[in-house]
């Protein structure tokens, strides 16, 4: 089983490769907050960041995402436990037990794709982070990856191709 995962800066290109990986045939999940986000706001809930269960609603999609993943081919993460755990971290929340039962107990690849920032953000209806507080959150990403005992590989800001080859060389 070839569990990788993608991070990095709000912005920074991870859909994108992501989305490429999944065009040319490996299987992918997307980022689970992106998608509480947008089903959240559907339902009319402007700002579901805010609310109390939404770090217990982007756990459960990862879990989903996880256990719903094929064990026999090399599969993609935008995005993992780690990463709701530093933003907890960032939102100064308390991680709940759950999710460090997750990251205890997943088995994704100690090595990680860190795609570094692109020098700017794209705010969208689901990324409202400033550029300051991004790199701030980047930094904290970091730390928790090699908290939890990860290497980090950066994959540096590049053409989408570039990244792409750099991260299919390495997996």
Same mark, same amino acid.
């Given at each position: 089983m070839n569990y990788y995962i993608l991070?990095?800066?709000?912005?920074s290109g991870k859909t994108t490769?992501?989305?490429r990986l999944s065009q040319l045939g490996y299987y992918t999940a997307?980022?689970?907050? !992106?998608? #509480?986000?947008?089903?959240?706001?559907s339902l009319g809930i402007s700002q579901p960041w805010t609310r109390p269960n939404f770090i217990d609603l982007i756990l459960q999609q990862q879990v989903h995402d996880y256990t719903s993943s094929p064990r026999n081919q090399s599969v993609f993460f935008d995005r993992s436990p780690?990463?709701?755990?530093?933003?907890?971290?960032f939102l100064n929340l308390q991680p709940?037990?759950?999710?460090? !039962?997750? #990251?205890?107990?997943?088995?994704?690849?100690?090595t990680v794709f860190f795609i570094e920032n692109i020098g700017s953000i794209k705010n969208t209806h689901a990324r409202t982070i400033s550029y300051e507080d991004a790199l701030i959150f980047e930094k904290i990403h970091r730390v928790a990856y090699t908290h939890f005992g990860?290497?980090?590989?950066?994959?540096?800001?590049?053409?989408?191709?570039?990244?792409?080859q750099l991260i299919l060389d390495q997996a």
């Open positions: 991070t990095g800066t709000p912005g490769l992501i989305n997307p980022e689970a907050a !992106t998608h #509480i986000i947008s089903e959240q706001q780690i990463c709701t755990y530093a933003l907890c971290q709940p037990i759950d999710l460090l !039962t997750m #990251i205890e107990n997943a088995t994704y690849q100690k990860y290497r980090l590989i950066n994959i540096p800001n590049t053409s989408v191709e570039a990244r792409l």
